[in-house]
């Protein structure tokens, strides 16, 4: 069983900051791709930022320069680093693992979400 529990939501005024992390316990072989995505209400859910190593990253456009993800694989945690927030920011945040088991297939795991709120 694989579990993906993030934490480090919050309030906070636009300009502010947050960290995000996600930590992924369990049994497992690996993980490839980690990531983030969030769902403001009456919104799709949308991805944010994903990591596969420092040379492999990607950002939606609407956050490049402002957020920033990265992670520790001896610890299976991803984090993003969030500053110059803004109130069209707020959001429910999801965590994402790609992970890989011991048969080496690959399963897409979630996080329950951590709620962000950026106001004044």
């Known amino acids: 069983q694989v579990e993906l529990v993030e934490s480090g939501g919050g309030l906070v005024q636009p300009g502010g900051s947050l960290k995000l992390s996600c930590v992924a316990s369990?049994?497992?072989?690996?993980?490839?791709?980690m990531g983030w995505y969030r769902q403001a209400p009456g919104k799709e859910r949308e991805l944010v930022a994903r990591?596969?190593?420092?040379?492999?990253?990607n950002y939606a456009d609407s956050v490049k320069g402002r957020f920033t993800i990265s992670r520790d694989n001896a610890k299976n945690t991803v984090y993003l680093q969030m500053n110059s927030l803004k109130p069209e920011d707020t959001a429910l945040y999801y965590c994402?693992?790609?992970?890989?088991?011991?048969?080496?297939?690959?399963?897409?795991?979630w996080g329950q979400g951590t709620q962000v709120t950026v106001s004044s």
């Open positions: 994402t693992a790609d992970i890989v088991t011991s048969n080496f297939d690959e399963y897409r795991y």
């Open positions: 990591m596969l190593s420092d040379a492999d990253t």
């Open positions: 369990g049994t497992f072989f690996g993980i490839n791709i």
